[in-house]
């Protein structure tokens, strides 16, 4: 069974730096073609892509609200991936869940809080 579980998030300040972790079980990186992904939902928001990365070719790709202040990378032997974000904004301010699109089945995690606040 997939399953997806974040971690890192919390209340930081304008400007500040997270990262995010998302561990992932019941299938091996190395051996797999996926795509892993973060969204991100804000209060009262429709559920956003954040950023997301190949099992291949390790392609990225990214919100435009984000690029180049977030990174999404992997560590294929942990089976986990990061989201470093960095020069946060308070409208950053979201649950921010892992994704994965396994073969065309996706599973979420339940999410992590960030919170960009003075």
């Known amino acids: 069974q997939v399953q997806l579980v974040e971690s890192g998030g919390g209340l930081v300040q304008p400007g500040g730096s997270l990262r995010l972790s998302c561990g992932a079980s019941?299938?091996?990186?190395?051996?797999?073609?996926?795509?892993m992904s973060w969204y991100r939902q804000a209060p009262g928001k429709e559920r956003e892509l954040v950023a997301a990365?190949?099992?291949?070719?390790?392609?990225?790709n990214y919100a435009d609200s984000v690029k180049g202040r977030f990174t999404i990378s992997r560590d294929n032997p942990k089976n986990t991936v990061y989201l470093q974000m960095n020069s946060l904004k308070p409208e950053d301010t979201a649950v921010y869940y892992c994704?994965?699109?396994?073969?065309?089945?996706?599973?979420w995690g339940k999410g992590t809080l960030v919170t960009v606040s003075i």
């Open positions: 994704n994965v699109d396994l073969r065309g089945t996706r599973y």
């Open positions: 990365i190949t099992s291949i070719s390790g392609s990225t």
């Open positions: 019941g299938f091996t990186f190395t051996f797999s073609n996926y795509v």
